[in-house]
C-alpha cells in the first residue's frame, strides 16, 4: 500500500508509492523517451486494457466499456493512491505518515489518438470540462478526502507517459502545499484588505491591460505579474467563485473557448510545447471563501532548470510576463 | 538593469531578468543540447573569455587572469542579478517589485575540463568548500544582501549550460521562499519541543539507522523521511551550526570526504546522473539561530515531472527513501 509521509520540517505530505515502481535498479538507467505508434491502451477498440470505465459520454446504442464512446473516465492502472482502507495515521517518533488513500483516475479525453486539447472542438471540451466537474462533484461524498487536484501533462517532458491526450484526477486525504499555501496567503490579505487578492489582480489588470492575453464575459486569461516560469499563464473567473464545481454548467462553454483560444496560441507562439495544468479550487468542505478564487495554471516546458528552483523555491525568469503577453497575443491562430 | 517581482499571493520572489535573455522568439525553439567538445571558455588558458576573477588559488609565480590557477572564482558573463546600483522598492498598485541588485558569481572548481567533483581529490575538494565559505564571508559585508545561495547545476538535464564542473553563487536582498520556509518551519518546531528539528532529525536516524548512508565524526548523510524526488540526500553536520561559513576550518575535510564519497555512490548506483545540489545555510545578519541548522540538499535529476509538481507542491516518490539508502550503501565505490 502507498504510504503518505510529512516533512518535519515543512507542511509537505509526500506519496511514497512503491506498488507502481520502477525499482531501484530501474533508476541506472535513463528514461525512455516516449514512443510514437505502437499500441494505445486508451484508442477506441482497447477498453478492455483498462481498469473498467468510471464515467462516460456514450452513443445511446453502445455498452459499458466497449467502443462508441467520446470521453472516458477509468481508474489509472498504475495508481498512486490506493482506493480501498480506511485512513490510518501513524507517528514514528517525531515523524508521522498514514496509508495512501485516494483516488487516481484517468481523463481520456477522445477516442482518436490524434486528437489534443487545442484541436478538438468547443463541444468536446465543454465535454472535458464538465467531466471534471462530474468527478469532482462524485468524489467529495467520500469523507477520508480533502482535496480533489485535476491536472494535465501533456508530452513526454511535461510528464506525460503516454501519447494520447488525458487528464489526471487525484483525490486526497490531505490539501497539497502549494493550495495550502494560497489558501493562507489570499486569507491574509482578505483580512487585511476584506477584498479577494485574485479579484484585486482581475481588476488591476484590467486597468492596467500589459498582462491580458485574453477575456470573454466570464473569464481572463493573464500572465500573472511574477510568473515562475517562461509564459506561465494564469485563467480566471471574472467572478468570484472559490470552487470549480460551483460554476455555472452555461459558463462552461465561455471557459472552453478561452482555454482551447490560449492553447492554440501556446501551439502557435512555441512550436506545440510541452505543457501541464493544474487547477487550483477550495479544498473539500470549504465551498464557500471569501478569500479563494479558483483558477487554472497553465505552464509551458521550456526551461531545465527545474532542479535547482526545487531547492530554493527561487526563479529566475528570462522573460517578462509583459513581454510573453505581447507574443501570446500576436500570435496569429 | 533586471527586476525582482513578489507574487501578491504567496511569499516568493521572482528574477525577471531580461537582460540575460533569450528573445522571445529563441522560446519557440527548444533548448539546444550542451555539446561536448569545442571550446570552453573555463580551461585554463581561457583566462581571458571570462569576467576578471575575484578570487582564485594559483601557483606563486602565476598571475590574476592567467594560467597557473587550481581555483578561479569569476563573476557570471550573463548574470541574473547586477551587482552596481541601490535598492530600490516600489509599488505598483497591489504589486511590489525592486531592482535587482545582487551578485551572480561562478566557482570554476579545477582548471581540467574532464575533472567533476565526484572525480578530483579531497585536497582539491576541500578548495571548493573553502572557497565558497570566503565568499560568503567576503559578500556578507554588503548590506544590500540578506541572503547568500550556493548552488550546483550538474549535467544538461540539471540546469548545466557549461559541461566544465563549475558552481554558483548568487547574493540576494531577499530570503528565498525555500529558506524562509525551512527557518518558520524550524522555529515552529523550537518554539514547542525547544530542541532543534534538524538534530532531532539526525537523534532518530542515527537510533533507527534505516536512513543513514553515510558518516564520519563529523557530518551525516542520510536520505530525508519525506524526500520530493527519487535519492535525494541531506548532508548535515552533527554539532549544531545554523551558518554553513561559521563552520570550523579543519572540518572541511570531513566534509569534503562525505561529499566526495556521496557523490561517488551516486554515480555508481545511478550510472553518473545529472544533478544539483544546493547549500542551505542561515540568512545574513543570523549567525547564532537555536532552531536552524545548515545543510546541503543533493538531488539527482532522474524524473521529469517537475513541471506538476512545481504546479501543486505535491510530490509523488516512486521508491521509498529506506530503499534507495540501501541501494547507494551497497553500490562499490
Chains 1, 2 share one sequence.
Not at 471569501?290 to 527545474?306: S, Y
Request: net charge neutral; glycine share 6%.
Amino acid at each position: 500500500m502507498p504510504e503518505l509521509r510529512k516533512d518535519p520540517i515543512l507542511d509537505r505530505w509526500v506519496i511514497i508509492s512503491t506498488d507502481r515502481q520502477k525499482r531501484s535498479s530501474d533508476f541506472f538507467l535513463r528514461e525512455k523517451p516516449q514512443t510514437s505508434g505502437g499500441f494505445c491502451p486508451f484508442c477506441e477498440g482497447n477498453e478492455s486494457k483498462t481498469p473498467p470505465e468510471i464515467f462516460a459520454l456514450r452513443r445511446n446504442n453502445s455498452t459499458r466499456n466497449n467502443p462508441g464512446w467520446s470521453l472516458r473516465v477509468v481508474p489509472n492502472r498504475f495508481p498512486a493512491l490506493t482506493i480501498e482502507g480506511d485512513l490510518d495515521r501513524e507517528g514514528i517518533g517525531m515523524y508521522d505518515k498514514m496509508n495512501g488513500i485516494g483516488a487516481h483516475e484517468v481523463i481520456i479525453e477522445s477516442p482518436r489518438h490524434e486528437d489534443t486539447l487545442s484541436t478538438i472542438s468547443i463541444a468536446k471540451l465543454v465535454d472535458v470540462l464538465a467531466a471534471y466537474r462530474e468527478r469532482i462533484v462524485d468524489l467529495k461524498q467520500d469523507k477520508r478526502f480533502r482535496y480533489i487536484l485535476i491536472f494535465k501533462n501533456h508530452g513526454h517532458s511535461a510528464g506525460a507517459s503516454l501519447e494520447h491526450s488525458h487528464s489526471q484526477l487525484i483525490a486526497l486525504p490531505i490539501i497539497p502545499k502549494r493550495v495550502l499555501e494560497e489558501l493562507e496567503g489570499s486569507k491574509k490579505y482578505f483580512s487585511y484588505k476584506e477584498r479577494c487578492v485574485y479579484c484585486d489582480i482581475i481588476h488591476q489588470e484590467t486597468s492596467q491591460r500589459e498582462r491580458i492575453i485574453s477575456e470573454n464575459s466570464s473569464y481572463i486569461a493573464l500572465s500573472p505579474f511574477a510568473p515562475k516560469a517562461p509564459f506561465e499563464i494564469w485563467i480566471l473567473p471574472k467572478k468570484h467563485e472559490c470552487a470549480y464545481d460551483k460554476e455555472p454548467p452555461d459558463s462552461l462553454e465561455s471557459l472552453a473557448r478561452i482555454l482551447s483560444e490560449i492553447l492554440k496560441r501556446l501551439d502557435k507562439a512555441l512550436g506545440n510545447p510541452d505543457y501541464n495544468f493544474i487547477i487550483h479550487t477550495s479544498p473539500i468542505g470549504m465551498d464557500d471563501l471569501d478569500h479563494f478564487h479558483w483558477h487554472i495554471e497553465i505552464m509551458p516546458k521550456l526551461t531545465r532548470t527545474a532542479g535547482f528552483e526545487w531547492g530554493s523555491g527561487f526563479y529566475i525568469n528570462p522573460i517578462s510576463p509583459e513581454e510573453s503577453t505581447q507574443f501570446l497575443k500576436e500570435a496569429k491562430i
